[in-house]
C-alpha cells in the first residue's frame, strides 16, 4: 500500500471505513506517524502487535477525536487531569487514567489505567471524527514503527518500515513530516497530583504551570512503561553521544557546531525545536547510508532539550 498523500475528505473517510472493518491504518500526528486500529476490536488489535513485532503486555494508547469522548474510556479523573486535557488537548500529551470497563486487557497491557491522546493533527482529527460518525469509540495507535525502532516522522519512513508487515488493504495517510518530532508527553494521572513518565514537548515547568509543583516520585512498581525501558527509538547504527566523531561517522548537533573532519553531517538544527523535529529522520538517514557509528552532541537546557536527551539516552543504550 503506498501512502495516500494529502488525502482527501472522501479518501479520510474510507479510512475510517476501513478502521471500522477491523483493518489497520497508519495516520499522521503532530508527534509522530501512528499505526492505527479499532481500540475495541481485539483481532485488529492482536495486528499492531504483530505488525510491530511488540511484545502483547505493552498497553496502546487510544487517541480520541475530544475532550467529550474521555469519560468512555476512563473513570475517577482528577480534577487535575481535567485541567490538563483542556489546556493541552488536543495537544502533544497523554493522560494515564483509571480505566472504564470499554478499556479490555489487550488495550491497557492487563493494568486497571488506560493511556488517552487527543492528536493536533488535521488528518488525525477528521480520520478520528468520521471513525466516531460510524459508531467508533477510539483508534489505538503505537508510533508506527518496528518494536524498539526509531519512530517515524514520515508516511515514508512508515511504508519502509512496515511496508512488508502490512496487508494490501491496509492504508498509509501521508500528511507530511510531523510537526514536533519526538512522542507525546505521558502523565500520569492515578494519585493526588500528576507525574510525568516520558517528557515531551508538554514540559514539567509547563505542566506546574497548569498544576502546580510537581515532586518526582517512582513509579516503577505502580506502572509499567516500555518507552522507559533501557533500549529503544534505536537505529541499526550505534549511537555514541557527546564524543569526537571519526571519519566515517555519522554526526548530529546544533547548527553553530560545525562537522569534524570526515564525519558526515546528519543533521545541523537551529533551534531545539527544530533538533526535536529532525532527530528521528537523522537516525534513520544513518542506517540508509548504512553507517556503523552516529556520535550526537545532545542539546542542552531544560523542557525539550531534556526529553531529546530522554530519546537519546534509549537510542544509544545497547
Ligand atoms: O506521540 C505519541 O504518543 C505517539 C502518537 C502516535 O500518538 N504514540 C506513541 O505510542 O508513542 P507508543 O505505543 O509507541 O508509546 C506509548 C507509550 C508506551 O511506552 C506505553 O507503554 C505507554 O505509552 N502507555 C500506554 N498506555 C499505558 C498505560 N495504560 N499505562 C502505562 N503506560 C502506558
Ligand atoms: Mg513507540
Request: charged content about 20%; some cysteine; hydrophobic content about 40%.
Amino acid at each position: 500500500m503506498e501512502p495516500k498523500a494529502n488525502p482527501s475528505e472522501n479518501e479520510i473517510k474510507d479510512a475510517a471505513i476501513a478502521l471500522k472493518e477491523g483493518k489497520l491504518v497508519a495516520f499522521p500526528t503532530e508527534t509522530v506517524y501512528g499505526l492505527g486500529a479499532d481500540a475495541t476490536n481485539e483481532k485488529a488489535i492482536h495486528r499492531i502487535f504483530s505488525v510491530k513485532n511488540r511484545p502483547t503486555n505493552h498497553p496502546l494508547i487510544v487517541h480520541i477525536s475530544s475532550i467529550n469522548y474521555l469519560d468512555k474510556w476512563a473513570i475517577d479523573i482528577p480534577g487535575y487531569a481535567v485541567k490538563l486535557a483542556r489546556e493541552f488537548w488536543p495537544g502533544p500529551m497523554t493522560l494515564i487514567l483509571k480505566r472504564s470497563s470499554l478499556a479490555k486487557n489487550f488495550i491497557t497491557g492487563g493494568q486497571d489505567c488506560v493511556g488517552i491522546r487527543v492528536p493536533a493533527n488535521r488528518i488525525a482529527l477528521k480520520l478520528l471524527t468520521h471513525f466516531e460518525q460510524l459508531g467508533g469509540e477510539g483508534v489505538a495507535a503505537p508510533s508506527a514503527n518496528r518494536f524498539g525502532a526509531v519512530s517515524p516522522t514520515t508516511a515514508e519512513s512508515v511504508s519502509h518500515e512496515l511496508k512488508s508487515h502490512l496487508s494490501l488493504d491496509d492504508l498509509i495517510l501521508d500528511g507530511g513530516q510531523s510537526e514536533i518530532g519526538i512522542e507525546s508527553t505521558i502523565i500520569e494521572c492515578l494519585s493526588e497530583s500528576p507525574n510525568i513518565l516520558r517528557p515531551g514537548f508538554i514540559s514539567k515547568e509547563i505542566v506546574e504551570g497548569v498544576c502546580g509543583m510537581l515532586h518526582l516520585r517512582s513509579t516503577e512498581s505502580l506502572i509499567k512503561v516500555p518507552g522507559l525501558m533501557f533500549s529503544h527509538y534505536a537505529p541499526l547504527a550505534e549511537v555514541v553521544l557527546d564524543t569526537s566523531a571519526s571519519p566515517g561517522d555519522g554526526f548530529l548537533a546544533m547548527s553553530e557546531i560545525s562537522t569534524p573532519l570526515g564525519a558526515i553531517r546528519l543533521g545541523a538544527p537551529t533551534t531545539i525545536e527544530h533538533y526535536a523535529k529532525i532527530l528521528y529522520s537523522a537516525l534513520r538517514m544513518a542506517d540508509n547510508k548504512r553507517l556503523n557509528r552516529v556520535v550526537v552532541i545532545q542539546p542542552s537546557g531544560s523542557g525539550l532539550a531534556l526529553a531529546i536527551r530522554d530519546r537519546l539516552s534509549k537510542a544509544a543504550a545497547r
